[in-house]
């Protein structure tokens, strides 16, 4: 069984240029997350999906920062514009259930330059 | 204050020993789970448990509900043990630890 796929897997951009991540949880997991890691922390939540509907965003800067997930299975999440702060690793999990194990993508390691 | 609280930070051990790895948390809690992150790798669960005891090859986990503590045992270390291993738990919201950073030395 696939894993959750996360694409690209590194990115480097200019501060106020945009950027996007990809994930594509595993297959059949209604639950997915969008988190934030910087180094030597553990990963900050931004925001969780139950099928389309975003459930808990309390924690994402919405000044700059959008996600989507249409249709409920593929998500997206922008920056638009990033910011020397931004560079991070952003994380993708999924979970067939909310509280169930959660299954993480590799990241997409972004630098801000 | 952080929900859920690590110890240690960092852990340096000989290949053989055994480790123990402590997390303790604040809030209530349907479960609590133990993860795995190499360096430059991506993270990996290794256990989910609300209750009692979960065993899986040379990896340990037990929790105290009435404490609010969790450990995560490792027995007859090896080096490719070394590994950030994050605690987190999950109730209304999904709440992390910063990790123990592990390395097993040969």
């Known amino acids: 069984e696939a894993g959750v796929v996360q694409s690209p897997r590194y990115k480097i951009i200019e501060k106020k240029q945009p950027v996007a991540f990809w994930c594509n949880p595993i297959?059949?997991?209604?639950?997915l997350y969008w988190y934030l890691q910087n180094l030597g922390q553990g990963p900050e939540l931004l925001i969780r999906?139950?099928?389309?509907?975003?459930?808990?965003d309390s924690q994402l800067p919405k000044d700059r920062f959008s996600a989507e997930r249409l249709k409920g299975v593929d998500s997206t999440l922008k920056i638009q514009p990033a910011e020397l702060g931004d560079s991070a690793v952003y994380l993708c999990?999924?979970?067939?259930?909310?509280?169930?194990?959660?299954?993480f993508g590799p990241g997409t390691r972004l630098t801000v330059l | 204050k952080n929900e859920v609280e690590q110890s240690p930070q960092n852990l340096t051990a000989q290949e053989g020993e055994f480790i123990t790895i402590n997390c303790s948390y604040s809030?209530?809690?349907?479960?609590l789970h133990w993860l795995q992150q190499h360096p430059g790798g991506g993270i990996v669960s290794l256990f989910m448990?609300?209750?009692g005891k979960k065993k899986h090859g040379r990896l340990i986990a037990t929790i105290n509900i009435q404490e609010k503590h969790s450990s995560l045992h490792i027995t007859a270390s090896h080096p490719r043990d070394s590994a950030v291993y994050i605690c987190?738990?999950?109730?209304?919201?999904?709440?992390f630890g910063t990790g123990t950073s592990l390395t097993v030395i040969p």
């Open positions: 999990a999924s979970s067939s259930r909310p509280g169930d194990t959660q299954y």
């Open positions: 297959s059949g997991h209604n639950t």
């Open positions: 999906y139950e099928n389309e509907e975003a459930v808990d």
């Open positions: 809030v209530g809690i349907s479960a």
């Open positions: 448990l609300s209750s």
């Open positions: 987190a738990v999950s109730g209304n919201q999904f709440y």
